[in-house]
């Protein structure tokens, strides 16, 4: 059983398009996390939600959006892809943000 | 943010010698965490040491905090190929959002 899973796991797309990268956890955790890891290996957090509480990393642009539709999911919305969106992006979950963190697959983005 | 910075950014040792990390931080804590990463693949969690613990061990690993210095060191003994993976330190709590940083990137030569 997956605890942490993403689909899907490459996504390869032309810039300008619309993407959408899904999250599922099945651990029962009440936190969820986007991260994005570049090139250079830097991981960064881009958002994690705590029960309907979203906290947003105010350096990504507003073409990225979370969505969660409930506990165990936090979806990731892609508006009008760029180049540099190109990178390696891990969902994670946790009970309490304080706490041991899974994280899923890993989601392939290459944006043409 | 947050963010706990691994030092070195590159270590490469030959198996059976111990391997030694260190991690630093800003602000006051919760908890540090590190993580591991195998190439491609998620982060996997190691150990948690709370912010009024000084030593943990757990199997290889010994990690140990210092609160007034604001760092940590993970140090893996008598390491193995399959150890080569990049690490991570993860400092919780404070006022700030924590995040990751760019690791320690470990390679252990059999």
């Known amino acids: 059983d997956t605890a942490v899973s993403q689909t899907p796991k490459y996504l390869v797309t032309q810039m300008g398009n619309d993407k959408s990268i899904k999250c599922e956890q099945n651990?029962?955790?009440?936190?969820m996390y986007w991260y994005k890891q570049d090139s250079k290996k830097f991981l960064k957090i881009m958002f994690s939600y705590n029960n309907k509480e979203l906290i947003i990393n105010e350096t990504v642009p507003n073409r990225f959006s979370p969505k969660s539709p409930d506990k165990a999911h936090l979806n990731l919305h892609i508006n009008s892809l760029e180049l540099g969106d190109s990178a390696v992006y891990f969902c994670a979950s946790s009970q309490g943000r304080a706490s041991e963190q899974f994280f899923g697959p890993g989601t392939r983005l290459t944006v043409l | 943010s947050q963010q706990g910075e691994e030092d070195p950014q590159a270590l490469s040792i030959q198996e059976g010698e111990n391997a030694t990390m260190n991690c630093s931080y800003k602000t006051s804590i919760n908890n540090l965490q590190w993580y591991r990463q195998n190439s491609g693949r998620g982060l996997v969690h190691l150990i948690l040491?709370?912010?009024?613990?000084r030593e943990k061990h757990s199997g290889r690993l010994r990690v140990t905090l210092d609160t007034s210095k604001k760092s940590s060191s993970l140090l893996i003994t008598a390491s193995r190929a399959a150890d080569t993976a990049s690490y991570f330190c993860y400092a919780s709590g404070g006022s700030y959002i924590p995040t990751f940083g760019r690791g320690t990137s470990l390679i252990v030569h059999p």
């Open positions: 651990l029962g955790h009440d936190t």
């Open positions: 040491i709370r912010s009024n613990e």
